[in-house]
């Protein structure tokens, strides 16, 4: 996390820090009943403690994490069932989108789409991490804008906030289906078919739900560990 880059201002550190936390929370890395020191995790980053206390606040508010007295923020339980109700919503949205977007689309932006989802396949064969977070967000954004529903896709982009990017661009399994599922959806797209293209949107969220579930179920993140203090985690 860079401090110093040119324009970050304080809300924005802030903000990056909230997503790197949900990030590691949502991923399983923090488990439920870990604590999260202020100090240690804004030394880790590199940061002040201002923009990290800022965030544990914002996700105080998401109920992601807890403020115990003299102890400092614990990580709050997370259940199977809140883990597949954020995905039920965000296949529901981001399947409705796609649908209206397969009616809008023109030509050109359907090239768009294609020049990302290429560039996203050069991303995948060298395992570039960060350029695969990237570009997976550009061509769900590009579709969400063909889409022209500004609020709905505004109600997508805040469950996808708990989406642990770092989680998928490290699975070999989703990376070699990411190819397939965007094929899928350009493909609906193109022939402005939208229920085809609903249906392929939502299949791709819901194989995130599963591979993250089974994830999550094989660290046995549901069950609630004792509270333990961890550097910055």
Do not use: C
């Not at 395992?127 to 550009?138: G, P, S």
């Not at 392929?200 to 969220?205: I, P």
């Amino acid at each position: 996390m860079d401090a110093g880059k040119p324009g970050l201002n304080r809300r924005q550190l802030s903000d990056e820090v909230a997503a790197h936390l949900r990030d590691r929370i949502m991923s399983g890395e923090l488990k439920p009943g870990s604590y999260i020191r202020i100090d240690q995790l804004a030394g880790e980053l590199g940061i002040s403690a201002t923009p990290v206390r800022e965030a544990l606040a914002a996700l105080r508010g998401e109920d992601m994490v807890s403020l115990q007295p003299s102890k400092g923020f614990a990580v709050n339980p997370l259940s199977r069932r809140d883990v597949q109700d954020l995905f039920q919503v965000q296949a529901d949205i981001a399947g409705r989108l796609a649908g209206r977007a397969a009616a809008l689309v023109s030509a050109e932006q359907l090239e768009e789409l294609t020049g990302i989802q290429a560039e996203l396949a050069k991303a995948v064969r060298t395992k570039d991490a960060e350029r695969i977070e990237r570009l997976e967000f550009a061509f769900h954004r590009g579709v969400n804008l063909v889409a022209d529903s500004r609020k709905l896709a505004w109600v997508l982009r805040s469950a996808s906030l708990y989406l642990p990017q770092s989680f998928y661009s490290s699975d070999a399994g989703w990376r070699r289906g990411l190819g397939t599922a965007h094929r899928a959806i350009l493909e609906a797209l193109r022939a402005a078919d939208e229920q085809a293209a609903r249906s392929a949107m939502a299949k791709h969220v819901l194989d995130g739900e599963r591979r993250l579930v089974k994830h999550l179920d094989e660290g046995g993140i549901w069950a609630a560990d004792q509270p333990r203090y961890v550097a910055g985690r």
